[in-house]
């Protein structure tokens, strides 16, 4: 691909969501020299690196939980993979499995664990809304970390994973909700193409628990996000230098998505972690 190529694929991004992970992805490599995680930072402290404050939210997320260790969990909307390699390196699960829409983050995560020849784990696409390749009541946990605002019919994915968890079993869902407000046609328009379904927390509440599904704990983290987004300029500073033009591209991309993302979590969004069970 030549440089103008590359421009256009970048400036690109914001209209669907394949091109979108598709750039994050390239755009990460290049700033990390291998693939990071895509999910949000969380601030602990202003020296922490995107991929330190990116674990920062993992382990945040995964201390809300009973031990996961020998147990069977499944990550859905597993992106790259990295995160699901992350989960099974420091938390030890017996085995997990990582589902993605995506066929090009499934591949991608594929290569990474034949390479770092990786046992007890397992990568396949699958709909997060029908969940095809999971057998019903297998599952100890399930985690799901920014992706649930992807589905459209985000009641189904909940039937779903009660399906899919064993009685008893916990789920984690770490999504960016919204607060009502009035949307304009070229909001719509974006938020079609990009296919964005937020829902509000008081939505949440209502369909799990018409999926028969337990809150345990809900946590809204929105100020330690958008806290670990203030040191992108730190990050860009420690930014492999190559090409000029390639950087400087790189550094459009990156700021655009971060000033974006911060906007919104200020004005209309928040980022909340929900941890429930399937009753017994």
């Known amino acids: 691909m030549n440089k103008s190529s590359k421009v256009f694929s970048l400036l690109s ?16 490599k290049h700033l990390n020299e291998e693939y990071t995680m895509l999910h949000y930072p969380y601030h602990q402290k202003n020296t922490d690196s995107f991929l330190d404050a990116q674990k920062n939210l993992t382990d945040f ?65 699958d709909d997060a809304q029908k969940l095809s390749t999971i057998g019903s009541n297998s599952l ?31 789920f984690l869902i770490a999504d960016i909700l919204t607060f009502p407000y009035k949307s304009n046609s070229l909001r719509r328009f974006w938020k079609k193409k990009m296919h964005f379904h937020h829902w509000s927390k008081q939505t949440y509440e209502s369909e799990l628990q018409k999926a028969d599904l337990h809150i345990k704990s809900l946590f809204d ?17 420690t930014m492999q230098k190559r090409s000029f033009l390639k950087n400087q591209i790189l550094k459009i991309f990156y700021t655009i998505n971060i000033e974006l993302n911060m906007y919104l979590l200020r004005t209309r969004r928040q980022y909340c972690v929900i941890v429930g069970q399937k009753p017994f």
């Open 140 to 170: 100890d946990f399930i985690i799901n970390i920014e992706s649930a605002f992807h589905y459209p019919d985000k009641a189904s994915f909940l039937k779903e994973v009660f399906r899919v968890l064993k009685p008893g079993g916990t």
């Open 13 to 28: 991004s914001g209209f669907t969501t394949d091109q979108y992970y598709k750039s994050m992805n390239q755009a990460l």
């Open 61 to 125: 997320c995964l201390s809300r939980l009973d031990s996961i260790k020998g147990k069977q969990v499944l990550e859905i909307g597993c992106g790259n993979g990295v995160h699901t390699i992350y989960i099974l390196d420091k938390f030890s699960p017996a085995a997990i499995t990582g589902v993605d829409l995506n066929p090009a983050n499934i591949q991608i995560a594929k290569e990474e664990s034949i390479k770092q020849n990786i046992k007890n784990i397992n990568f396949d696409i």
């Open 221 to 237: 983290i929105t100020e330690n996000v958008i806290r670990g987004f203030q040191n992108y300029r730190y990050w860009l500073k």
